[in-house]
């Protein structure tokens, strides 16, 4: 069971950056959503986890719109996103549009999308160690279906109650679920590759692993993601199924891509931000090389 810590000043340091601090994000908190938040603990540093996330995301075989530095400290950008009508973070970083078809979308939506709805626009914000994600559908609208993601990166594990500085009446309404990337799934997924676990799994780079039960208090370093969603699926029918379904299959998403994540330390670590940068455009030359290829 999860005790509070006490309020401390990195705490509060955390309150006053977060973007969900601000109130420009306060219009989405104003639609009823579920809330959860899910808690993933790795055998890394944040500074690491950023270049392993972008490693891992090099092969994305999503159609990218965007992908170009932003700052909107002073709310120059505007209030709204005129892709997905929703708040833009105050914040300045990394910022991406990707499209998504039918046939790639993530498993989580797949379950109840209808056939004739093709594409899904993500639009991600990356202020690392903080991000904000708006996932919207080219068939519903706007204020019918939206899936926000606000995530925070931090050193420790699980080390704190309120990572996103969500309110009072969030708190009573969040639900939060701790994935642990070393245990079984509770339930067998195909998509789960038994050289990938992280409980026999040794870096052949760090010497790290394998993680077992208690490694948290006899192995270093440690940091937790940790990713508050906010899923709305407008449906008097369908509501609560669709949104549980989302919740659960998001679940499983973060369960496989993390545990992928821990067990290729030995192909990202030690790799540099110019290192990733490299490998960003030789992908996306060899990507639009095919691209013209085919359209041939």
Same mark, same amino acid.
């Given at each position: 069971?999860?005790?509070?810590?006490?309020?401390?000043?990195?705490?509060?340091?955390?309150?006053?950056?977060?973007?969900?601090?601000?109130?420009?994000?306060?219009?989405?908190?104003?639609?009823?959503?579920?809330?959860?938040?899910?808690?993933?603990?790795?055998?890394?540093?944040?500074?690491?986890?950023?270049? /392993?996330?972008?490693?891992?995301?090099?092969?994305?075989?999503?159609?990218?719109?965007?992908?170009?530095?932003?700052?909107?400290?002073?709310?120059?950008?505007?209030?709204?996103?005129?892709?997905?009508?929703?708040?833009?973070?105050?914040?300045?970083?990394?910022?991406?549009?990707?499209?998504?078809?039918?046939?790639?979308?993530?498993?989580?939506?797949? /379950?109840?999308?209808?056939?004739?709805?093709?594409?899904?626009?993500?639009?991600?914000?990356?202020?690392?160690?903080?991000?904000?994600?708006?996932?919207?559908?080219?068939?519903?609208?706007?204020?019918?279906?939206?899936?926000? $993601?606000?995530?925070?990166?931090?050193?420790?594990? $699980?080390?704190?109650?309120?990572?996103?500085?969500?309110?009072?009446?969030?708190?009573?309404?969040?639900?939060?679920?701790?994935?642990?990337?070393?245990?079984?799934?509770?339930?067998?997924?195909?998509?789960?590759?038994?050289?990938?676990?992280?409980?026999?799994?040794? $870096?052949?780079?760090?010497?790290?692993?394998?993680?077992?039960?208690?490694?948290?208090?006899?192995?270093?370093?440690?940091?937790?993601?940790?990713?508050?969603?906010?899923?709305?699926?407008?449906?008097?029918?369908?509501?609560?199924?669709?949104?549980?379904?989302?919740?659960?299959?998001?679940?499983?998403?973060?369960?496989?891509?993390?545990?992928?994540?821990? $067990?290729?330390?030995?192909?990202?670590?030690?790799?540099?931000?110019?290192?990733?940068?490299?490998?960003?455009?030789?992908?996306?030359?060899?990507?639009?090389?095919?691209?013209?290829? /085919?359209?041939?």
């Amino acid at each position: 069971m999860w005790t509070r810590p006490q309020q401390s000043a990195e705490h509060s340091l955390l309150r006053s950056r977060h973007p969900c601090s601000f109130p420009h994000l306060r219009p989405i908190e104003q639609i009823k959503m579920i809330l959860h938040e899910f808690r993933i603990p790795l055998h890394m540093t944040t500074d690491e986890f950023q270049i /392993a996330e972008l490693y891992m995301t090099l092969a994305d075989t999503v159609q990218v719109l965007k992908n170009e530095p932003y700052d909107n400290r002073g709310g120059q950008l505007g209030e709204l996103s005129s892709i997905s009508q929703q708040p833009i973070p105050r914040t300045h970083g990394q910022y991406t549009v990707k499209l998504y078809s039918l046939g790639n979308v993530p498993a989580i939506l797949r /379950a109840f999308l209808p056939q004739g709805s093709l594409t899904l626009v993500e639009e991600t914000w990356s202020a690392f160690p903080h991000s904000t994600s708006y996932l919207t559908s080219t068939f519903f609208a706007k204020s019918k279906f939206v899936v926000t $993601c606000d995530s925070v990166h931090l050193p420790g594990y $699980c080390a704190h109650e309120n990572a996103l500085s969500l309110t009072k009446d969030e708190l009573k309404q969040r639900t939060v679920d701790v994935i642990h990337v070393h245990r079984p799934h509770p339930r067998p997924h195909r998509r789960l590759d038994p050289l990938q676990d992280p409980a026999t799994y040794v $870096c052949t780079k760090t010497g790290r692993g394998p993680l077992q039960e208690g490694w948290e208090t006899t192995q270093t370093p440690a940091m937790t993601v940790y990713k508050v969603m906010r899923i709305r699926f407008d449906s008097a029918l369908l509501r609560h199924k669709m949104e549980d379904t989302i919740r659960d299959e998001l679940h499983t998403e973060l369960y496989v891509a993390m545990r992928k994540l821990q $067990c290729m330390s030995h192909r990202w670590h030690g790799l540099s931000m110019a290192d990733i940068r490299i490998l960003e455009a030789v992908f996306e030359y060899k990507r639009g090389r095919a691209s013209s290829a /085919a359209s041939r």
